[in-house]
């Protein structure tokens, strides 16, 4: 199978190149990727030789067209991803986010191939702490920040092209990742590398809001477990039953790592900045079989955090240029 992952050389995609190099050997892959600030062609080192790789963007028309006339089916995970900068400056995101996505659409529409669309629990907007429910495939599009509000575009493309053209699709949206070679924007990597770097963890606000974590290579299985046994036109929820509230989070990377519990700082809180995310993941494990193979987050935090202490030269470069931004945004 001809695959042409978007966003390979991004955190979860270039995850998701590496263990299909270990886990399907058989499938050929082509990565599209515009190297944005988020983009690492490093994290590609170790398959160079085994891949395509394709410097572009996806919302370059022509080449997408031409990409995607030569595949058999894409794996969509190219976005603008961070929330804080879709604060700062929404225009990427429509960008990267909504057209792009469009004219990936467009180009399987025209070339009858198959697509799988990446997105994320932030489109359902957030829930109460105290809330029983969690977010099901059912629960209603009501994203808060530009970024959830691009995404949650997307996935409503996808499903009008599943409705109006009959396209090959199915979607994803899974809850926050965590793992090797994630950009030191993101809350866990910029604490980890900062105190490898002994600066203090910094809590937005009081640190009470949850999130469901989930480690990267079990998103990716279940992306494969969707690719392999889920059912075209259908929207799968992914997650781990993960849910952890950021100062729960802080104190166990202090804990890992050898520092004093009271050894953080707050900063300023995000705007808008949403409660809780919580995923009700059932739908794909009754029709796939699959479940997350990092049952504990103490183990997968344990693994991240020797990654990052033996990649310093991946990260070091990206960490004063991001830490620069959130000086100014006081964060
Ligand atoms: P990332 O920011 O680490 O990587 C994104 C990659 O996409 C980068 O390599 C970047 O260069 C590339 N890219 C951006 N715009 C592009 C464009 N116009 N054309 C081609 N390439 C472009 O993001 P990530 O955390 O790996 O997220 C990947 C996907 O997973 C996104 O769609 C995101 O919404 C979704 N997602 C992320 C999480 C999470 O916790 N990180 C959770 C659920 C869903
Ligand atoms: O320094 C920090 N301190 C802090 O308390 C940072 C960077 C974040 N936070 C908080 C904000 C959030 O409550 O930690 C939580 C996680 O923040 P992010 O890593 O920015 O993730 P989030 O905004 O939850 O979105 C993530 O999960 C869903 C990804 O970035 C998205 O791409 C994905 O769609």
């Known amino acids: 199978m001809k695959v042409l992952v978007t966003g390979g050389a991004g955190f979860i995609g270039s995850n998701f190149v590496l263990r299909i190099r270990e886990t399907r050997p058989d499938w050929q892959l082509t990565v599209i990727d515009a190297l944005t600030y988020a983009g690492n062609r490093d994290s590609l080192a170790t398959v160079e ?3 395509t790789f394709v410097e572009g963007s996806i919302a370059d028309a022509a080449l997408v067209d031409r990409l995607v006339a030569g595949t058999d089916l894409v794996v969509h995970f ?3 991803s961070h929330n804080d900068n879709s604060l700062d400056d929404p225009w990427p995101f429509m960008e990267s986010n909504i057209i792009g996505t469009y004219c990936l659409l467009e180009a399987v529409r025209r070339h009858d191939k198959r697509i799988h669309h990446i997105s994320t629990d932030e489109v359902y907007g957030d829930l109460e702490l105290d809330d029983p429910n969690r977010f099901t ?10 970024y959830s509000a691009s995404k949650a575009s997307a996935d409503l493309l996808v499903r009008a092209w599943i409705r109006s053209f009959g396209l090959k699709a199915t979607l994803s949206n899974c809850s926050n990742n965590y793992g090797p070679r ?3 924007e993101k809350f866990i990597p910029r604490q980890i590398t900062g ?3 002994d600066v203090k963890p910094k809590l937005y606000g009081a640190g009470a809001n949850v999130r469901d974590w989930i480690h990267v290579d079990d998103h990716n299985d279940a992306v494969v477990a969707i690719i392999e046994g889920g059912r075209l036109g ?3 929820l992914i997650g ?3 849910e952890q509230n950021n100062s729960q989070i802080i104190a166990l990377l202090l804990e890992l790592m050898g520092k004093p519990a009271d050894w953080f700082e707050h900063v300023n809180d995000r705007p808008g900045h949403d409660m809780r995310y919580a995923i009700d993941s059932s739908k794909l494990r009754a029709e796939t079989g699959w479940t997350p193979k990092y049952q504990d987050i103490r183990a997968g935090l344990t693994q991240t955090i020797e990654w990052y202490r033996d990649n310093e030269a991946w990260w070091k470069g ?4 991001t830490e620069k931004t959130y000086e100014r945004l006081g964060r």
């Open 49 to 51: 030789g085994d891949i």
């Open 78 to 80: 190219a976005a603008e």
């Open 137 to 146: 495939e059912t629960t209603p599009v009501n994203p808060s920040s530009p």
């Open 182 to 184: 994630q950009h030191v």
């Open 195 to 197: 105190i490898l770097e």
């Open 234 to 236: 259908e929207t799968y």
């Open 240 to 242: 781990a039953d993960g």
């Open 318 to 321: 990206a960490k004063a240029a």
